[in-house]
């Protein structure tokens, strides 16, 4: 079992750049596919970036935040990031990470463990 710590959330303005960080517990973090989803208010959960346990290259985005968004994990550190630039008020939202041992990083796979949120909003 792992527990996840998602920090960095905050206010700032449309085009402004934040880093969201997600501290996982345990000795096996290497071993998890780590996924960003957020919920706007009103809204359901959407996927927005993973990145697979075995291969930290091999990543995969949703497209609205494709090419805006950068997802990277430290194994050493236990902590996956999200860098969100250009940031647009429709990326506001409560953004969670998420972790699936040895899993896929299809974005209908489910993720078993997920942290409490981070709240990211952005102002126009």
């Known amino acids: 079992q792992v527990q996840l710590v998602e920090s960095g959330g905050g206010l700032v303005q449309a085009g402004g750049s934040l880093r969201l960080s997600c501290a996982a517990s345990?000795?096996?973090?290497?071993?998890?596919?780590m996924g960003w989803f957020r919920q706007a208010p009103g809204k359901e959960r959407e996927f927005v970036a993973a990145?697979?346990?075995?291969?930290?290259?091999?990543?995969y985005y949703a497209r609205s935040v494709k090419g805006r968004f950068t997802i990277s994990r430290d194994n050493a550190k236990n902590t996956v990031y999200l860098q969100m630039n250009s940031l647009k008020p429709e990326d506001t939202a409560v953004y969670y990470c998420?972790?699936?041992?040895?899993?896929?990083?299809?974005?209908?796979?489910?993720?078993?463990?997920w942290g409490q949120g981070t709240q990211v909003t952005i102002s126009s």
């Open positions: 345990g000795r096996t973090f290497s071993t998890y596919t």
């Open positions: 998420a972790a699936n041992q040895f899993g896929p990083i299809v974005p209908m796979t489910p993720y078993p463990y």
């Open positions: 990145i697979d346990w075995h291969i930290s290259s091999n990543t």
